[in-house]
């Protein structure tokens, strides 16, 4: 993660006949500073509502993102904006607040040798120990981002398992804590970065070129179903239950022990006897908990 950089702004002073040059003034606008007890309060108060944490390390991004949220709701200090956000009218500040301090890179088959094992090993595994060959099959992209992971499901299931397994319902549920990148998913309209590691023939099938992007069929989104789903909060999680598959990729980092401990208890409880976790290739669950089996795949 890279810091992101204030600008100084300089204004320069208007004359006019009337003003004498010599009593002209510059302003300069100061950066605003997070104070160490400041950063303290702040950290403290995302950690209780999304358990992300943030490290004395990683002050300076903070600085940096809440900064521009300042800036844009006229607020002139960080502690204005804590007692701000902490106003039970201006809760929707919350949804913005999430959106500054996460990340959301990501893009259509990234994570290529998972996918694999999700087509070719797990999915057959978990429905053949079934008595019947139908009923409803149920994976959920947590922290889905702006949906290319959840619509990758969705292709593959189209493509490769909705032949091998005609009678059976692939349910696809996407959530996030950011608004606004639900809003970008629900569109499914990408850059060609998104879209860069898409298989040529499923690209040409299901995005139309517009301009500069690429518009995701209707066929595909049709598919996934999307909601606001913090993992750190309880209630929430108990909404999700009955899954065959849960994909948590590239979020436990951001999670101390103690967060950890509880998302991952979370999404063992949300899923079915059997049924599997993926996680990011860098994470581990390792003094995490005991519930789960790290199980090897064959490539």
Known sequence: MSSDLFKFKFAKSRFSDEVDSNKSTTKIDKPLVLSDQTFAELRNLIYKLSGIYFSESKKYLLEGRIAKRISAINIKTFEEYISFINLPTNKSELYELYEAITINETYFFRAESQFDAFEKVIIPEILKSRSAASGTFRI???ASSTGEEAYTIA??????????????????LASDINNAVLDSARKGLYKEYAVRNIP??????????????????????????????????NSQMKTVGGCDIVFCCNVLIYFDLQSKQQVVSSLYESLNKN????????ESLHGVTKAFKLVHLPK
């Open 140 to 142: 959920w992209s947590a």
């Open 155 to 172: 292709i593959i299931v189209l493509e490769r398992l909705k032949p091998l397994f005609p009678n059976i319902q692939f349910q696809i």
């Open 200 to 233: 040529p023939a499923y690209l040409n099938k299901y995005f139309k070129k517009e301009g500069s992007l690429y518009q995701l069929s209707d066929t595909v989104k049709k598919m996934v179903k999307f909601a606001n789903i913090n993992l750190f909060d």
């Open 275 to 282: 049924g599997y976790l993926f996680i990011g290739y860098s």
